[in-house]
């Protein structure tokens, strides 16, 4: 079955730069991506997906990059704010055969001031 | 307001007393799903349901009861806690079984303690 490996599990940015959080992933039938955000205490949130046939997708200060050959794809955060603080959250899903989302193990991102 | 409720929000109990976790979505969501949370861990899904009277067990169902006999609830049972069982507990509704990929809506979560 699919194993999804996220990493780092921790990391810290000053304030204004940007963030780079990494997913490698076994099945190469897997076709969609998403990344969800989980702020202290609260709920995880959708912050942005990636379909396999698709190498790159932005929205705003936040990209994810797909690399299907060998089956790692990243979220990017740039200029990075207090708010981007949280733990963020990889996962992968063959999702027009196989609706269930495997799940990297989080990565707690810290913005130092 | 589109969301998904569950109840209770925080539960202390005592090994081998059943309880239920509830959990309702008002957004006609075919897609149900219940996930534990631990330190290091990440998410882990125990059961999920593609539609009503349709569940099947995800990655650690062993200890876990569904059922999904109306689509917009599907409670969590535990015929028989114990300590392993202790732990942050989210479920999650999708428009899922067809079309486009979906996004998971998620619960505000119940946060389980079994002594």
């Known amino acids: 079955g699919e194993n999804v490996e996220q990493h780092p599990s921790t990391l810290s940015v000053q304030e204004g730069d940007s963030a780079v959080i990494k997913c490698t992933y076994s099945d190469s039938a897997s076709n969609y991506f998403p990344w969800y955000k989980q702020e202290l205490g609260k709920r995880p949130q959708l912050i942005i997906d990636i379909r396999s046939n698709v190498g790159e997708k932005k929205d705003q200060r936040i990209a994810v990059t797909l690399n299907k050959t060998a089956k790692h794809f990243s979220l990017h955060i740039t200029e990075t704010q207090p708010e981007d603080s949280a733990v963020y959250f990889c996962a992968a899903s063959r999702w027009d055969s196989n609706y269930q989302l495997i799940w990297g193990a989080g990565t707690k991102l810290i913005i130092k001031p | 307001e589109a969301q998904v409720t569950q109840n209770p929000r925080y539960l202390i109990t005592v090994t081998g007393k059943k309880l239920t976790v509830t959990c309702s979505q008002n957004?006609?969501?075919?897609?149900m799903s219940w996930y534990r949370q631990d330190p290091g861990l990440g998410l882990r899904q125990i059961y999920y349901?593609?539609?009503?009277?349709?569940?099947d067990k995800g990655d650690v169902p062993e200890g876990y009861k569904v059922s999904r006999k109306e689509k917009r609830n599907f409670p969590l049972i535990l015929e028989s806690p114990s300590p392993n069982q202790t732990s942050l507990y989210f479920c999650?509704?999708?428009?899922?079984?067809?079309?486009?990929?979906?996004?998971?809506?998620f619960g505000p979560g119940t946060r389980l303690t079994v002594t």
């Open positions: 349901s593609m539609n009503v009277e349709v569940t």
């Open positions: 957004m006609n969501h075919e897609y």
């Open positions: 999650a509704s999708s428009t899922g079984t067809s079309g486009e990929p979906y996004e998971q809506y």
